[in-house]
């Protein structure tokens, strides 16, 4: 009797994992001197793992990361020292699961070619295999973001589930808040259901809430670096181009930025919320003086935020990935739009999470690594333009 088991989700998890273990174990060790040293996850982690709070050396961890991922990184650093091969493991099999999730959603609407093609665009993506071998919070936060948009695109909603999912992503990273929309579409038809969710959110985050009040008498749910990110966002976009790549402009960023700081009396010892008020307030004022620059320039970032890399070569490859991504997107969506039901749903969800992150980094942050929530979205939208199912 032939099998019906269907062993494509193992083959696909498996493969996924490969990838990302031999990149991590092989290949990164020997580019990691071309990045940056990350963004203090780790060091928070490490103090935490040796019972010095949450912490850094040059000030208050809570005012400038949020809580989730340092968390889990430190329970690595506990178990395991200071060795990386643990908690690259574990973000493997976090996007190889991302990875068979994409394909499981796809697969409930879409023919198995769409669900396929979705599933091997997250695989073999560059940026998703390259931030499991970095501990920064990418691969956890694009894992909760797939599972988020399964749950809205339900029919029916879990509620419980979806708000304890928003409020882990809110716990990550603050551009969780802009997942909000993905909700609003929602409102005429579930507007109680709506609000319950954010409820559940606000319960998840309330411990880390509770704590920042009685401790520093503010929430930090969101990162006071919004003001810098903002500043880095304007330089980078004035000095980036169509074919001009990002190379070390993270880097002159800062520096420009610490200069700026410095000639208004405000010292890299500062407070980070100072620094990050002045920051903001140098890019608003750049925006007010260049307005119609500034329009340009997030015009242009709308699209330019999809392949801006660090190198030409990678720019190029992304045009390539990222141009053939979208526009089967654009295609799919129509397709899932026009089946109604669940693949009428999922294409809201999908496109709403694709539009506010696109328009979002556009003016902040405009970069690959900001939109890689986006990219299993659009490779959700993008099955569609293979085949929709009848009885979805």
């Given at each position: ?42 060091e ?39 060795a ?5 493991l ?15 959603i ?7 070619n ?17 931030y ?62 709506v ?6 959110a ?31 966002g ?14 070390d ?32 307030e140098?890019?608003r ?51 899932l ?10 294409a ?36 569609g ?8």
């Open positions: 009797m032939a099998s019906t088991t269907d062993f494509t989700p193992v083959s696909i998890f498996g493969v996924a994992l490969l990838l990302r273990i031999v990149f991590s174990v092989v290949v990164y060790p020997s580019i990691a001197s071309d990045f940056s040293a990350g963004d203090n996850y780790d928070i982690a490490r103090n935490l793992a040796q019972g010095a709070g949450y912490t850094l050396a040059d000030g208050n961890a809570a005012a400038e990361r949020l809580p989730l991922y340092p968390l889990v990184l430190a329970g690595f650093f506990a178990v395991f020292g200071s990386s091969w643990p908690w690259q574990a973000q493997s099999a976090a996007g190889a699961l991302t990875c068979v999730l994409v394909h499981r796809a697969r409930e609407v879409t023919s198995r769409g669900a396929l093609v979705a599933a091997a665009i997250c695989t073999v993506h560059p940026a998703l295999i390259l499991t071998a970095r501990p920064l919070t990418e691969t956890l936060y694009v894992l909760l973001v797939v599972l988020f948009v399964r749950e809205i695109a339900r029919m029916s909603w879990r509620v419980p589930l979806l708000g304890l999912l928003l409020g882990l992503q809110v716990l990550i990273k603050s551009t969780a808040f802009l997942h909000v929309y993905a909700l609003l579409p929602a409102l005429k038809t579930q507007g109680r259901r609000f319950q969710v954010v409820g559940y606000a319960l998840a985050t309330a411990p880390w809430v509770l704590w920042n009040l009685a401790s520093f008498g503010v929430t930090n749910l969101s990162s006071a670096t919004g003001g810098i990110a903002l500043y880095h304007t330089f980078i976009s004035r000095h980036v181009g169509w074919t001009t790549p990002a190379d402009t993270n880097l002159d960023a800062e520096m420009a930025l610490r200069s700026e700081l410095a000639a208004r009396g405000v010292g890299p010892e500062a407070d980070i919320r100072q620094r990050d008020a002045v920051a903001g140098l890019a004022t750049w925006i007010g003086a260049h307005r119609g620059e500034a329009l340009r320039l997030w015009l242009r970032n709308l699209l330019l935020t999809w392949y801006l890399a660090r190198s030409r070569v990678s720019m190029a490859i992304y045009v390539i990935l990222h141009g053939a991504l979208l526009t089967a997107a654009t295609f799919g969506s129509a397709a739009w026009k089946a109604g039901g669940a693949a009428r749903q999922l809201i969800v999908a496109t709403v999470m694709v539009i506010v992150y696109t328009v979002f980094h556009a003016a902040v942050q405009p970069a690959v690594r900001y939109i890689l929530p986006a990219v299993p979205c659009a490779a959700l939208l993008a099955a333009a293979f085949g929709v199912r009848r009885d979805s």
